[in-house]
């Protein structure tokens, strides 16, 4: 069964940090792109963040420029997103998505994505 599973959402105060971890189970990651895409109460769902299956190109909402980073480690099937100086802005369910990569894209474009998990919470607040 092709699973992924997020982890590491939790409550943080404002400017603190969280690592959340994408892992997948029932296929290699090795020829997919990874979007993070969030979901906050009464809004639509956005995209954040993206990784080309080699890694060799990522793409990032203006919103989290310089303050989050994604990355990837095809050996543990993992993928992650590092979230640092949070504002209560990045309250929502984060999402972690799957997409056949052959080229090397790191778009966003929720079409591509076919595998999705069942999302993280992540509460920005003091």
């Known amino acids: 069964q092709l699973q992924l599973v997020e982890s590491g959402g939790g409550l943080v105060q404002p400017g603190g940090s969280l690592r959340l971890s994408c892992a997948a189970s029932g296929f290699t990651l090795d020829y997919y792109a990874i979007g993070w895409f969030r979901q906050a109460p009464g809004k639509e769902r956005e995209g954040v963040s993206c990784?080309?299956?080699?890694?060799?190109?990522?793409n990032y909402a203006d919103s989290v420029k310089g303050r989050f980073t994604i990355s990837r480690d095809n050996a543990k099937n993992t993928v992650y997103l590092q979230m640092n100086s949070l504002k209560p802005e990045d309250t929502a369910v984060y999402y972690c998505?799957?997409?056949?990569?052959?080229?090397?894209?790191?778009?966003?474009?929720?079409?591509?994505?076919?595998?999705w998990g069942q999302g993280t919470q992540v509460t920005v607040s003091s």
């Open positions: 998505a799957a997409a056949p990569d052959l080229f090397g894209i790191a778009s966003m474009s929720p079409i591509r994505f076919d595998h």
């Open positions: 990784i080309s299956s080699s890694g060799g190109s990522t």
